[in-house]
């Protein structure tokens, strides 16, 4: 059929029309195209710029130098020494089974090692290199190197790792790092981002911990260029951190080596203080443990024998243990019962060898008594009958106040790791925490160091320092090097003729004939020292054990015997050092803990060595023998000395 004119037209209308619609369309996606071409390429070059930049730029953390910490004399207690390691990122390694096994092969790691990276590897974010192996020779860390195309995303590297030289002298107050754990992610609000860093490594007690942000530093950072399978080709830029701050310790590095030898092969503790300032000249605790096992990473053998040893080489017990005082607590019975006007000092008290209150009978160590005591006898004899007398005359509420003034019962600000206030008993303190009564009998141990009281050796050194110089002596452990003066303690406003009493006492402890503590006197004049024995019960020998014939501290077995304690400070005329020794199950105080505490004291008064012409004459042959024994195992520490402070 033909189609008309008309109809042509109208065919030729609609095609016209189409065509305009779809060549709009396609104007329009081609301008579109266009647009976005132009808006990539100009608007938001800078931006592709970066994305391609960082498929081949890697950003990292320079973890920064920790701060060293020297002793009072500038002596390096913990520093930082070269460390050869390997890091892997799992980003650039494709196969990490694969390239951890190559690795294991060419320098021999432990299977328990490779394990532990390929944990961290999974844990972190991909990119995140972890450390796999380090502490590696010279000739291991070239192998990796030379086989470098075998092992994509593994770097060698050199680093910094603490280490203490002076190893078991330091560990209970400097402390030891170790890698962050997800516990101490916890413990931070805001955490650092260095602390991400795989193995990254901060204080885990002591010091170290106590004092982390400030010996921290500030990570710095690293942007380096990468090749396609992650080798880093070249470092582009790099902003160094700050390092950590130096510190400097009280602690006199050559004493704390004396102390902590003087203490070998016994679970003991003896903390030094100076008296003027209240620096921690000492703070030892025996038996010690190397530092470094833990920043190296102990094995699990080493762990559990430290863990399983009776005498607790991880405990610090100068501040973490708590002890009953012993008759070492007597001068508090004696100024309480002063302060309260019970007593002049003067005063005598008849000493049968026990004493009977509310139907319970009281012994005193010496069985066949003292006869009659006053105030400086009771103390030089140790006779406890006089002090149950005066804790029924005084009270118990006297007794906690003169021990709180005296520093005991009280957590002193230290940077050290648990530290433990001790227990000063009050009536209050046992109706919150037995929900019982404060009984008589309970003044009565008390008075005597028994019973519910706890101290700890730092605390004891405290007291002893405060009797010394009727002021309120507060130790510390940091030091400016630069400090010209620091400010005498506020006074304790104890009465001097009470104090005159007190002192003399401890006075003729050490120098009286009948002094517990007479045998280990000092007879050079301008070292001449007081002090105070004493004797802390631990068990009490049944009488089933005394029927089988156990009657002495001796035939019981070791961790049930007595602890043995004493306390001094020196010269008598114008005290400088303040001492408190403990030996665990040592027995007597005067037998265990005063030969210890007189020849610390020395060599804190003579420059780390006990002089051997301070000793009595008759004791010197036997005194020299032990100093010569001590002095094979003493430390050289002049290589230690960075600079003096």
């Avoid at 101490?184 to 805001?190: G, M, T, V």
């Avoid at 054990?545 to 008598?572: C, K, M, S, T």
Wanted: aromatic fraction near 6%; include cysteine.
């Amino acid at each position: 059929m033909k189609r008309t004119d008309r109809d042509k037209e109208q065919s030729r209308r609609v095609i016209t029309r189409r065509a305009l619609g779809l060549g709009a369309l396609q104007l329009a996606v081609t301008g579109t195209l266009l647009w976005r071409l132009r808006d990539m390429q100009l608007e938001q070059a800078d931006a592709f710029r970066l994305l391609a930049e960082e498929n081949r730029i890697n950003l990292r953390l320079l973890p920064p130098t920790r701060g060293p910490i020297h002793d009072r004399n500038g002596v390096l207690l913990a520093g930082n020494e070269q460390n050869y390691r390997v890091v892997m990122t799992r980003d650039d390694a494709g196969d990490i089974d694969l390239v951890l096994d190559r690795l294991q092969r060419l320098i021999g790691l432990e299977d328990e090692m490779v394990e532990r990276a390929r944990e961290d590897m999974l844990r972190n974010r991909p990119f995140v290199p972890v450390t796999v192996a380090e502490r590696l020779s010279w000739e291991e860390i070239s192998r990796v190197a030379a086989n470098a195309p075998a092992l994509p995303g593994v770097t060698p590297e050199m680093g910094l790792s603490r280490a203490y030289p002076l190893m078991a002298d330091m560990a209970h107050v400097v402390g030891y790092v170790g890698p962050v754990s997800d516990r101490d992610l916890a413990r931070e609000e805001s955490p650092d981002p260095v602390l991400m860093i795989p193995r990254f490594q901060i204080g885990k007690s002591g010091v170290e911990r106590e004092v982390e942000a400030r010996l921290r530093g500030k990570a710095g950072s690293q942007r380096v260029e990468v090749n396609s399978v992650g080798r880093v080709m070249r470092e582009l830029d790099r902003i160094e951190g700050e390092p950590g701050e130096t510190l400097h310790l009280t602690i006199d590095a050559r004493l704390q080596n004396y102390a902590l030898e003087r203490l070998a092969g016994q679970s003991a503790a003896a903390v030094v203080i100076d008296i003027p300032t209240g620096d921690i000249l000492a703070s030892a605790s025996a038996p010690s443990y190397d530092a470094n096992m833990f920043v190296r990473g102990i094995s699990r053998t080493n762990y559990n024998a430290l863990l399983e040893n009776d005498f607790r080489p991880l405990v610090n017990k100068c501040v973490q243990g708590m002890y009953p005082p012993g008759s070492t607590f007597k001068m508090v019975t004696a100024l309480a019962a002063l302060d309260a006007a019970e007593t002049d000092g003067r005063e005598r008290v008849y000493c049968p060898g026990h004493m009977d209150v509310s139907g319970n009978r009281f012994h005193c160590w010496k069985r066949s008594g003292h006869g009659q005591m006053d105030l400086v006898s009771a103390l030089s004899e140790s006779c406890d009958v006089y002090f149950y007398e005066m804790s029924q005359r005084c009270g118990i509420d006297r007794i906690n106040a003169m021990a709180e003034r005296l520093g005991l019962g009280e957590r002193y600000d230290l940077p050290m790791t648990s530290v433990a206030s001790g227990l000063n008993p009050s009536r209050e303190w046992k109706t919150r925490t037995r929900d019982a009564a404060w009984r008589i009998g309970d003044t009565v141990n008390v008075s005597i160091g028994q019973g519910y009281v706890l101290t700890t050796p730092l605390q004891l050194a405290i007291m002893t320092a405060r009797l010394a110089s009727n002021r309120a002596v507060l130790p510390r452990l940091l030091r400016d090097p630069l400090e010209r003066a620091i400010p005498q303690a506020a006074s304790l406003d104890l009465r001097p003729e009470w104090l005159e009493m007190v002192r003399r006492g401890m006075v003729q402890t050490v120098n009286d004939r009948r002094g517990t503590a007479y045998s280990s006197r000092v007879v050079e004049p301008t070292m001449a020292m007081a002090g105070k024995t004493g004797t802390s019960q631990v068990f009490r020998i049944t009488q089933a054990e005394r029927d089988a014939g156990i009657r002495r501290q001796e035939d019981l077995p070791w961790n049930r015997r007595n602890h043995a304690l004493f306390v001094n400070y020196a010269p008598i005329d114008n005290p400088r050092v303040a001492v408190a020794v403990i030996v665990e199950h040592g027995g007597g105080g005067s037998t265990a803990a005063a030969p210890i505490g007189r020849d610390i004291l020395l060599a804190a008064l003579n420059e780390g060595r006990p002089p051997l012409g301070a000793y009595p004459t008759s004791q010197r042959n036997r005194i020299n023998a032990e100093q010569e024994a001590l002095k094979d195992r003493l430390r050289d520490l002049g290589s230690f000395r960075v600079s003096r402070a």
